[in-house]
């Protein structure tokens, strides 16, 4: 199961093309909504999501968790006790984490980030605090993959994909989509 986080101010898109990608994968993608399970998005849109964060379960079951950015979205993972749990979780049990725009900053404020390749929107560089920043739009460094922004969102998702289940059928959703190389 991969989980998506979903807090007021979520970037939409950085949110739902990788959950929509994962799910042409036919992976279980679980949307979890930060302390209610209709969430408001960073332009106005309104999200009902499938579960809330106190209904979510941190098993063997879990596969990745995916951090959306946007804002105030990024600060209001940040501040989750259940956010900042699963990623503990997934640095733990060596489960792939993901994060997009703003969002690597929480993982970068948390040391995850030292040492590593990793990439963010523009203004965040100074919180991935360690990390040998990279001008890619998608950096995956050992576990943990980072986005540049909105604009990246269907490459993100697709790098999702090819983690979670190799590169042939990542390039089967991508040409299914009519992306482009």
Known sequence: MIYVFLADGFEEIEAL??????????????????????IRAAHGVVMLT?????QMQLDER?????????????LNLEKSAAVQGAIDYCVE???????ICAAPSILGKKG????????????FEKFLEGA?????????????TTGVGPG?????????AEILC???????IAAGMQCGK
């Open 132 to 144: 040998e920043l990279s001008d890619e739009a998608v950096v995956t460094d050992g576990m943990i």
């Open 93 to 99: 049990n060596r489960v792939p984490v993901a994060a």
């Open 17 to 38: 093309a990788p959950v929509d990608i994962l799910r042409r994968a036919e992976k279980d993608v679980v949307t979890v909504g930060i302390g209610s399970d209709t």
């Open 152 to 160: 990246a969102a269907v490459r993100f998702g697709l790098r999702l």
């Open 112 to 123: 995850l980030l030292s040492g590593r390749k990793a990439t963010c929107f523009p203004g």
């Open 62 to 74: 879990v596969e990745m968790i995916v951090l959306p950015g946007g804002m105030p979205g990024t």
């Open 50 to 54: 499938d579960i809330t964060d106190m």
């Open 166 to 172: 190799g590169k042939s059928e990542a390039d089967r």
